[in-house]
């Protein structure tokens, strides 16, 4: 980050008389994220799916079969909150898991025929969600750069500040 962008502070207060959560760059991030959850909710209802199922299930499009590990660090959530997802999908018959015979402790994870099929019921969900946000294509990929050093900074941020390393404010 350069030395701009460290004087300026994420929640610095702004002179355009907006109020103090407009002044905080936490609160537009919160507040994009429930609308544009909002968006798939509406989406994906008539699916049976979840906001969080149709991040698993994208994950395994893609991959196919994957591990549960995997599944955790792509989606960047903890084992606790993507075990219930898993069993709920797999209830709904769009999964199966299974212990991996190469290595008990990894349980793999792979679509059913089901789980395959839903995928053509989705393929207009990411156009739809792009005219919802309002922004073109090029404005989408800038987006999702900075999107990601934020997730980024934030994530070892925080580990630094759980080691006990991190800096404070004074």
Request: aromatic content about 4%; hydrophobic content about 40%; glycine content about 6%.
């Amino acid at each position: 980050m350069d030395s701009d962008a460290n004087r300026r502070r994420a929640d610095a207060p702004r002179d355009d008389g907006s109020g103090p959560l407009a002044a905080m760059l936490c609160f537009d991030l919160y507040a994009a994220s429930r609308s544009v959850t909002s968006v798939y909710r509406t989406l994906l209802d008539p699916l049976g799916l979840t906001y969080p199922q149709y991040l698993v299930m994208a994950v395994l499009w893609r991959h196919e079969e994957s591990t549960v590990r995997a599944i955790v660090d792509e989606l960047r959530l903890d084992y606790n909150t993507v075990s219930p997802l898993l069993k709920r999908l797999e209830a709904n018959g769009l999964l199966a898991r299974r212990r991996r015979a190469d290595d008990e402790r990894s349980v793999a994870v792979t679509l059913t025929e089901e789980g395959r099929a839903l995928r053509e019921r989705t393929l207009h969900i990411p156009d739809a969600i792009g005219e919802a946000m309002g922004i073109d294509g090029e404005t989408v990929a800038g987006l999702h750069g900075v999107l990601r050093t934020i997730a980024d900074s934030a994530t070892a941020y925080a580990a630094r500040a759980s080691a006990g390393t991190a800096r404070t404010a004074h």
